[in-house]
């Protein structure tokens, strides 16, 4: 989408934007934002609209050399003593906060905070599973396959969002639309393809 805008708007710039606390939500409430993209969260204040654009994959992932890449299936008292890298935004908003509980937390605001902390072994973390493919592929990271639902993928929904009621200018609705049309998808480890689940 981002290709075709710049194709389409050689002469418009595009400000893009990672909160600093990961609060999608708030900066397009606050008119920091026109759009935002983010994971689904369970609830949206009446000022919000929202448009989902696919589903994602979340995985729990570990450094090759971490002790817990050995377990074939590890149990919920398995990771509880082991160190928890956790996205700041949604570590209690996410249905397994829950029960993906550890003794020690660290948190950050940024996902490739966390997988760097996981790639120095320091502990485990659930990522996005597309931004560590390549860390998948080549065995520097071990998705682990918790005891409790080894044969199940964690998928998110990913949403647009923008405030309600809102009328953009041209350029920005041509955007707001190509976004809406936009599916974000990918292909988890059975092979099975979000877009057809």
């Known amino acids: 989408v981002l290709t075709r805008f710049a194709d389409k708007f050689p002469f418009v710039d595009l400000s893009i934007r990672n909160p600093a606390n990961g609060d999608v939500r708030s900066s397009v409430l606050n008119d920091e934002a026109l759009l935002g993209i983010a994971f689904a969260l369970p609830d949206y204040p ?56 550890s003794t020690q937390t660290w948190h950050s605001d940024s996902y490739q905070a966390l997988i760097e902390l996981v790639k120095s072994g320091v502990g485990w973390a659930t990522v996005p599973r597309q931004l560590i493919l390549g860390e998948i592929s080549t065995g520097e990271l071990v998705e682990l396959q918790l005891g409790a639902y080894p044969f199940t993928d964690w998928e998110v929904n990913v949403d647009l969002i923008w405030r309600r009621g809102r009328r953009f200018p041209p350029v920005e609705e041509w955007l707001r639309l190509q976004l809406c049309r936009h599916r974000i998808h990918e292909v988890g480890r059975d092979g099975q393809d979000t877009t057809r689940l």
């Open 46 to 101: 009446e000022d919000l609209a929202f448009r989902q654009l696919g589903r994602l994959f979340m995985t729990h992932v570990v450094h090759r050399d971490h002790p817990l890449a050995t377990l074939r299936n590890p149990s919920f008292d398995d990771i509880r003593d082991v160190r928890h890298l956790a996205y700041a935004s949604y570590s209690r908003a996410l249905p397994t906060s829950e029960y993906l509980q």
